[in-house]
C-alpha cells in the first residue's frame, strides 16, 4: 500500500493517463463543463467560465491537503495527450474507509470504453493505495451510461433514493452502487490467473 507519492498521483491505464488537475487545464475542462448534454444528469453546470475558475481551483487546492481526501484528476487520451475528462476518488469514511468514485467524460469521447478504463483505475487506487474497504458511486436513475459503467467495473446496487434530488427543475432518483474490497481483490485475481 500507498507504493505512491500520495502529493501527486499519477495513473495510468491501457490508453489513458489519469493525472491530477494543472491550472492550463482550464480551456479543456470547461469544454465539457458549459456543455449542457454532458451536465444533463449532474448537479452542476452548465458552467460559466467563472464556475469551472472556481472547480478548478478548488481541486488544486486539493492537491495541498495533508492528509489527502479528495483526488480531483484529469483523464489524459495517451494517443494525441488530449483532456478527454475527469475524475476523482473521495474519501468519504475515513474511520470506515469508504471512498466515493466520479467520473465526466466530454461528450466528444463518449464510447470508446474511457470511463469505464479510468473508474477501474480509480477503484485500484483506492483499494491498493489508499486502502479503501468500500468504494461506492452513485448517478441519476436515467443516467444509464453512468450505470453500465459502475456495473462494468463490479460494483452492484445497493439501493435506489426516490426523488431525493432535484436537479434543473425536476425531482430525480439515485441509484448508489459499491464494491467491498474482498470481493475486488477476488475479482481482479481472478482476472491476473485468466
Ligand atoms: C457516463 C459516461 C461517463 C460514460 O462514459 P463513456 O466513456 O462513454 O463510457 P464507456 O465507453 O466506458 O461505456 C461503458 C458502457 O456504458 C454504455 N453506455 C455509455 N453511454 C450510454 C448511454 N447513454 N446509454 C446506455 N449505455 C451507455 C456503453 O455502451 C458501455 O457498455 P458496453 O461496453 O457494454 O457497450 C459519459 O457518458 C459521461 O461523461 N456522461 C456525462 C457525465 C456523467 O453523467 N457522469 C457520471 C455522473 S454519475
Not at 15 to 41: G, I, M, P, S
Not at 73 to 78: E, G, L
Not at 99 to 114: I, M, P, Q, R, T
Not at 127 to 154: P, R
Request: proline share 1%; charged share 25%.
Amino acid at each position: 500500500m500507498n507504493s505512491q507519492d500520495l502529493s501527486r498521483v499519477t495513473m495510468k491505464t491501457k490508453r489513458l493517463t489519469l493525472r491530477e488537475f494543472q491550472d492550463a487545464d482550464l480551456a479543456a475542462v470547461h469544454d465539457y463543463a458549459q456543455d449542457a448534454e454532458t451536465t444533463k444528469y449532474l448537479e452542476w453546470g452548465p458552467n460559466t467560465l467563472k464556475e469551472t475558475t472556481v472547480f478548478l481551483n478548488e481541486s488544486l487546492g486539493f492537491q495541498k491537503e495533508k492528509p489527502r481526501v479528495t483526488f480531483d484528476m484529469a483523464i489524459i487520451a495517451d494517443s494525441d495527450a488530449r483532456l478527454v475528462g475527469a475524475c476523482s476518488v473521495t474519501i468519504i469514511d475515513k474511520r470506515k474507509n469508504i471512498a466515493a468514485l466520479g467520473y465526466v467524460l466530454n461528450s466528444k469521447f463518449w464510447g470508446h470504453g474511457y470511463a469505464t478504463e479510468a473508474a477501474n483505475a480509480l477503484a485500484k487506487f483506492a483499494f491498493e493505495e489508499l486502502g479503501m474497504q468500500k468504494i461506492m458511486a452513485t448517478c441519476d436513475a436515467l443516467n444509464f451510461g453512468s450505470e453500465s459503467v459502475m456495473k462494468k467495473i463490479g460494483m452492484q446496487k445497493e439501493q435506489k433514493l426516490s426523488k431525493d434530488k432535484f436537479i434543473k427543475g425536476s425531482y430525480r432518483d439515485t441509484l448508489v452502487y459499491s464494491i467491498e474490497r474482498a470481493v475486488w481483490m477476488q475479482k481482479n485475481s481472478a482476472d491476473v490467473a485468466q
